[in-house]
């Protein structure tokens, strides 16, 4: 079969990813951040490579909004099965990303602390969401972040989960 | 008259799919982040060695839910059910098996369509990585998880000249299943 046209189970994917993030986070105990760099590292070769084959047959871009607009639609419905649901700008270089049901943290879960725990007011079921879910948009962010840097623009990218499986994503271009 | 799917093939039709390039790009980075983080290839091995058994754990919950098959009577009626139901089930590809030995616990999986190695070449500095160890985990955990202890490893390998990927499957042991409790407590 020729590459490009095959599918495979997308649980290998999710499989890999969950497996991915375990398996750093048990190797740098105690160095979340560390750990953390090292998927999104793993994530930005897979967004340099992916993008370097879907741009392939396409004209240049003619700005960055082109190119973000790309990321939204093209890589978004590639890599997440759907198209980006909201696209902000303040037009001085950062975006956010919204998606309202983003793949990747569909099948995740959320503890919910025993009846009877005392709760505090920092810990609220999106502070937990978060935190947890965090851990795994190491990889996205990478991904989006090798993407736009092969396609010329440097830049950070950082995730926020407000409410599972909702998440934003903040690319801020590099002056 | 149409006949009827195979149980392999049924079982990859029920599946969500992604496009395989995603999962072999990101196998192929995780390898290389391995490569970068340890320096003996040996370790890279044992690596992805493990993260296979800890995916195969988890995988086997997915199989048994959704692949429809009934309970093996032994090691070569699982065999069977690997190369059809769950290869096809999760990477879309059959193996052969073959090379049984005479006590029916030892046999290979054979391959000539491997979605984990679309886009891969070694280099000369890695001809010690055994790229697909991953798979030979994967197996070990999930049969793991039903009662098999086996060793799973890979004895030829397409990406160090070989002309198809055998991986040679051995049964350890039969673990009888412990019941955490009994029937009257």
Not at chain 1, 12 to 24: A, F, G, P
Not at chain 1, 70 to 78: A, N, R
Not at chain 1, 104 to 127: E, F, Q
Not at chain 2, 98 to 126: I, Q
Request: aromatic content about 8%; proline content about 6%; glycine content about 6%.
């Amino acid at each position: 079969m020729p590459p490009g046209s095959r599918e495979i189970a997308e649980s290998c994917l999710d499989l890999l990813n969950i497996e991915l993030v375990r398996s750093y986070s048990e190797q740098l105990k105690g160095r979340p951040e560390l750990a953390g760099r090292r998927v999104e590292a793993i994530g930005f070769q897979v967004g340099q490579q992916l993008v370097e084959r879907a741009t392939k047959e396409r004209p240049r871009f003619a700005d960055h909004l082109e190119v973000i607009k790309f990321i939204c639609k093209d890589l978004w419905s590639d890599v997440f099965k759907k198209q980006v649901d909201n696209l902000k700008t303040n037009h001085r270089g950062t975006f956010v990303l919204q998606d309202t049901r983003f793949r990747w943290l569909t099948r995740l879960s959320s503890d919910v602390p025993p009846p009877g725990t005392p709760v505090s007011p920092s810990d609220t079921p999106a502070a937990r969401a978060s935190a947890e879910a965090g851990a795994y948009l190491y990889f996205p962010c990478g991904l989006i972040r090798g993407a736009l840097t092969n396609l010329g623009i440097p830049c950070t990218v950082s995730a926020e989960v407000n409410q599972l499986p909702a998440c934003s994503f903040t690319i801020k271009i590099k002056p | 008259m149409k006949a009827a799917l195979r149980p392999g093939d049924a079982a990859f039709a029920n599946v969500e799919k992604v496009n395989a390039e995603l999962f072999t790009l990101t196998y192929g980075a995780v390898v290389r982040q391995l490569l970068t983080d340890h320096e003996d290839v040996d370790d890279v091995n044992k690596q992805l060695d493990s993260m296979g058994y800890n995916i195969g754990i988890r995988l086997i919950d997915e199989f048994l839910a959704k692949s429809n098959s009934a309970k093996c009577a032994d090691f070569r009626e699982t065999a069977d059910v690997i190369a059809k139901v769950g290869f096809k089930m999760f990477l879309g590809v059959s193996p052969t098996v073959a090379n049984w030995s005479p006590d029916g616990k030892e046999c290979s999986l054979l391959m000539d369509d491997n979605p984990l190695v679309d886009f891969v070449e070694l280099p000369d500095t890695c001809q010690g990585l055994s790229y697909c160890s991953i798979l030979c985990g994967v197996l070990r955990g999930a049969l793991e998880m039903i009662s098999m202890r086996t060793e799973v490893r890979i004895v030829k390998d397409m990406l160090k000249g070989d002309d198809v990927y055998e991986i040679r499957m051995r049964l350890i042991e039969t673990v009888p299943e412990e019941l955490p409790y009994k029937d009257d407590e």
